[in-house]
């Protein structure tokens, strides 16, 4: 299949790359940081919530109540102080700006670093996609959007209350790019991208 390969590049103005489909990576210029890399799913959580909500600060009590809601400790502050000082710890090993910075609203991921997501670009291609009306430029900037989903939103946090929305918005998203392309590709009698596209999702996806 045939399409412009979306760039694996930052671009100078780019700090850092944060792909959440099918599993957390952080990627600088200087390293890569996985989630297998941080041995902690905490600190992986913390980290996530606090992107996903990167337009606002959060209060440890909010961030507390979302980690965990379903138990009960004596010093939840004193727990998310430690899980921060580790997650700042180990993003000093790959950039050295700060990751995580404290406001007068609460913790935010650092508004100077500038952040590339996958699913930010997944959702601007299938947006895109949804007023193209050339069918060979719609089926290429759709194969784009496919090739940056690797799996659920960040399927570590899979049933978590705070995770479920986000993860629910981005794969819905997805369902409905793969009917339009596979709906594209038939109109188009382009069988073997089918079939190949087609192998594609089943990976993905196998049930």
């Known amino acids: 299949m045939k399409a412009a390969v979306p760039s694996e590049k930052r671009t100078e103005d780019v700090d850092m790359t944060v ?11 200087q390293g890569k940081l996985t989630e297998a890399d941080m041995k902690s799913p905490l600190c992986s959580k913390v980290f996530v919530l606090l992107l996903l909500n990167c337009h606002r600060g959060m209060s440890a009590k909010e961030i507390s109540e979302k980690l965990w809601s379903d138990k009960e400790y004596d010093n939840p502050t004193g727990n998310l102080r430690s899980l921060l000082y580790r997650l700042r710890t180990m993003f000093r090993l790959i950039s050295d700006d700060a ?11 650092n508004q100077k670093l500038h952040i590339r997501t996958d699913y930010e670009e997944f959702r601007k291609l299938c947006e895109s996609a949804a007023i193209i009306l050339d069918v060979n430029e719609k089926i290429g900037v759709l194969t784009n959007a496919m090739m940056l989903y690797r799996g659920k939103l960040f399927p570590s946090a899979n049933g978590d209350h705070w995770q479920i929305s986000h993860s629910s918005q981005y794969h819905l998203m997805y369902l409905k790019a793969v009917d339009d392309l596979s709906e594209l590709l038939q109109k188009m009698e382009k069988h073997e991208d089918l079939y190949e596209f087609s192998l594609k999702v089943v990976n993905i996806e196998p049930n």
Do not use: D, H, P, S
């Not at 792909?19 to 210029?29: A, D, M, Q, V, W």
């Open 19 to 29: 792909n959440l489909f099918g599993g957390l990576e952080i990627c600088t210029k």
């Open 99 to 109: 990751l995580i910075v404290t406001t007068t609203n609460g913790y935010r991921i």
